[in-house]
């Protein structure tokens, strides 16, 4: 199984995490953060204990997307101890960081990168969901790298040009050899609300990815105001519900891990 790889989770940080979700996409703005926190509160909501690291250190939104204000984070030793909030636990670069901009030249970053990978205290969780900076450079890599990632999932919009970005996440989680989980097709289509016609905005569905690239797409999400909103106020939904569901489902069966559901 993927526990096999010879990167290893021995480390105090995340010995105790069952599964290790990367979601990625190669370029910002697609809603990569979004699709994280929506899969995060989903399976919290039913029940599963979840953690979300935020690693764009350049753009992180997790405080945003929460609803997050001064949060404070402690140490125990060398270990950084996550938020907790929602029944969940986060952490991010932007409560190390706050709202000033990260300016650092690359050894820097990947310094962080590793700080926040190995020392952040998660204790027992079923699933830590993380957040990627966007693109497929070394950032990316040395996430992939520094801990075993249990699989990707990969977030894009309609076009052309972001199916070309599709592969690019494709052949960086290869080289890792880390399994892709499938794709998020995020704002696919438009329904509007006084006559409930699905607006193909972008072009109609071509649905074909899976045939080309032999990769799922685990849900098609429209663009919805509510989408937006903090992820503190969180109800589920069939199309979030089916979302975690595939991801469970592909998990499985790329891991062939047993996936105990939650008591
Ligand atoms: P990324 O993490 O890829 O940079 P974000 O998740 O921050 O992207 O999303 C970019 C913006 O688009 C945010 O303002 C977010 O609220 C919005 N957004 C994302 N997905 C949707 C959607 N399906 N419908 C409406 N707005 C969305």
Not at 53 to 79: C, R, W
């Amino acid at each position: 199984t993927s526990r096999d790889r010879k990167r290893s989770n021995d480390t105090e940080s995340l010995k105790n995490v069952k599964n290790i979700i990367a979601v990625a996409s190669a370029k910002g703005g697609v809603g990569k953060s979004t699709v994280t926190a929506t899969l995060a509160s989903e399976f919290a909501s039913k029940g599963y204990k979840v953690g979300v690291l935020d690693t764009d250190l350049f753009g992180p939104s997790l405080a945003t997307l929460y609803n997050q204000h001064d949060v404070k984070i402690y140490q125990k030793g060398e270990m950084m101890i996550p938020f907790e909030s929602n029944g969940m636990k986060f952490m991010s670069f932007g409560y190390l960081i706050g709202d000033s901009p990260a300016i650092m030249r690359g050894p820097m970053v990947s310094g962080y990168i590793t700080q926040i990978l190995t020392q952040v205290d998660w204790g027992e969780l079923d699933y830590l969901f993380i957040d990627m900076p966007p693109g497929t450079g070394d950032i990316q890599l040395t996430i992939s790298q520094t801990i075993k990632l249990d699989g990707a999932v990969i977030v894009t919009t309609r076009s052309s040009l972001s199916l070309v970005d599709v592969v690019k996440g494709i052949l960086m989680f290869e080289k890792v050899e880390i399994p892709i989980l499938g794709v998020v097709e995020n704002m696919s289509h438009f329904v509007c609300d006084s006559c409930d016609k699905e607006h193909h905005i972008f072009g109609e569905q071509r649905g074909d990815l899976s045939e080309r690239f032999g990769i799922e797409t685990l849900a098609h999400i429209p663009i919805e105001a509510t989408r937006a909103v903090p992820f503190d106020k969180y109800k589920t939904n069939d199309l979030n519900s089916e979302l975690a569901n595939n991801l469970v489902r592909q998990l499985g069966a790329i891991t062939s891990k047993a996936i105990t559901p939650p008591q």
